[in-house]
Nanobody, 117 residues
Framework: QVQLVESGGGLVQPGGSLRLSCAAS????????MGWYRQAPGKQRELVAT???????NYADSVKGRFTISEDNAKNTVHLQMNSLKPEDTAVYYC???????????WGQGTQVTVSS
C-alpha cells in the first residue's frame, strides 16, 4: 500500500519560514520523481517544485529563490524548505510521487500552510 504522509504545515507570518516533509512508503522511492504541489481556495492545483531520481530540480517561477526541494533516499523522505513566505503562498500543499516508467501518480493527503500577520 502506497502512503505519502506530509507534515510541517502551519501558520507563519510573512517573511517567515517553514519546512514541509513527506514520508513515502510502499514505493521504490529511489526511482520516483517526487514533487510538491499546492492548491489555494478557488484555484487549481499547481506545481511548486519537483526533484527527479537523479537529483534534478524544477521550480515554479513564483517560488524560485525562496523554496528548496530536497530528498533523503535513506529515509524515503522529500522536503520543501520555504523561506521568505508571502500571503500568496497560502494553500494546501500536497506531496506527489510519479513513477517515470509507468506515469503512475500518487498523492498525499495535504498539509495546510497559512501565511498571515
Amino acid at each position: 500500500q502506497v502512503q505519502l504522509v506530509e507534515s510541517g504545515g502551519g501558520l507563519v507570518q510573512p517573511g517567515g519560514s517553514l519546512r514541509l516533509s513527506c514520508a513515502a512508503s510502499g514505493i521504490a522511492f529511489s526511482i520516483y520523481e517526487m514533487g510538491w504541489y499546492r492548491q489555494a481556495p478557488g484555484k487549481q492545483r499547481e506545481l511548486v517544485a519537483t526533484i527527479s531520481s537523479g537529483g534534478s530540480t524544477n521550480y515554479a517561477d513564483s517560488v524560485k529563490g525562496r523554496f528548496t526541494i530536497s530528498e533523503d533516499n535513506a529515509k524515503n523522505t522529500v522536503h520543501l524548505q520555504m523561506n521568505s513566505l508571502k500571503p500568496e503562498d497560502t494553500a494546501v500543499y500536497y506531496c506527489n510521487a510519479e513513477n517515470p516508467f509507468t506515469t503512475t501518480w500518487y498523492w498525499g493527503q495535504g498539509t495546510q500552510v497559512t501565511v498571515s500577520s
